[in-house]
């Protein structure tokens, strides 16, 4: 069972206690970082004349996780380093999961139609569909093509099954990666690190690595001092690679804690967020994605318009009014970086800290 089941509450079932034995695992021995000649990415020079990269953020409209998506997209743009688009594999609105809905700036096709010579940067988030043949296919073409390509989180399973982890070091979310060394024994699966570079993969380990991450290829596009500048923009300290993957466990206490959160439907709610034009897309996916995490509820946008782009040009569908039931966040005014912990301290207050705790389990983020 991979990550990306723990966080459809829809079909959350008593499955998440069969799996628990694959979650309480011990790890799979010691760090192999050592095993990389070195750590660092390779980027090679823009194409067709470009003066910036041209990086491509990827969805799958039945199911894309909300910050593995909005995070890059969201440093990236701040950065102003690269030229960013989305591209979805479908026409159409694309679902985010556990929360929220976009639509791209433009399908797969119709990418293909206007920047034959490919992307310089493929960023793939975690997905439902992993193995969707049509994405394979795509991802495999522009890797040939010449893209680096990054995975954020599970993503790593997208580009494992198109064939571009073999020989390399990687990472991925605390929960799946016995499971995916198992599937995938070419790749040395790299404990205890935010994040592997190996030549032109890059990949991370849980959903909060996103955003360090994110500065790191900052760092690599366009050098230390615009990553540092981004950073304090957006109130990040560091973005180094250290990390205790170990340190991340689905113990028989939070199963059945998950499982009671679930199962007393009576307690569930709807939590609003509410958007209007230039809302920042990095804080709304970590509220809506950390509040639809708790298993009692589920978090939404709403505007007072069908559809709002973010301050960096994001389209977000929301919902055009509120019902007087649900629990109505005030507008987040802090640092894109602390929403995290300020939604944790606030699923706290509603629901208590062992959800809270069950939240961050899941972010792979270890508490302030």
Known sequence: ????????????????????????????????????????????????????????????????ETTDFAIPYGVLKESGAADVVTVSTEPGAVKLIPALQIRADMTLVQFDESTPVGADILIIPAMDREENPVLLNWVRAQSEKGATVVSICEGARVIAHAGLLEGKAATTHWSGLEEIAEAFPGTRWVHNRRFVMDGQVM????????????????????????????????????????????????????????????????????????????????????MADAWSRTFRSEALATSVSGSVRSRHGLLMETEASSESDRLVLPVYSGTPASALDAALENIMERYGAPTADFVALQFEYPRR
């Open 1 to 64: 069972m991979k990550c990306s089941a723990l966080i459809k509450i829809t079909g959350f079932t008593m499955a998440l206690l069969a799996g628990a034995g694959y979650y309480t695992r011990s790890c799979l021995g010691a760090d192999n970082i050592a095993a990389l000649a070195e750590n660092s990415l390779t980027l090679p020079a823009p194409k067709d004349r470009r003066v910036r990269p041209l990086v491509v953020v990827l969805a799958d409209n039945a199911g894309t």
């Open 203 to 286: 990949t991370t380990a849980g959903i909060s690595a996103s955003l360090p991450a994110s500065l790191a290829l900052v760092e690599a596009i366009a050098g230390r001092h615009t990553a540092e500048l981004t950073a304090q923009r957006l109130g990040v300290s560091n973005w180094g690679i250290d990390h205790y993957t170990s340190s991340f466990t689905l113990t028989a206490g939070r199963i059945f804690l998950a499982a009671g959160n679930w199962l007393a439907v009576w307690r569930h709610e709807v939590v609003e967020i509410p958007v209007a034009g230039g809302f920042d897309e990095i804080s709304v996916a970590l």
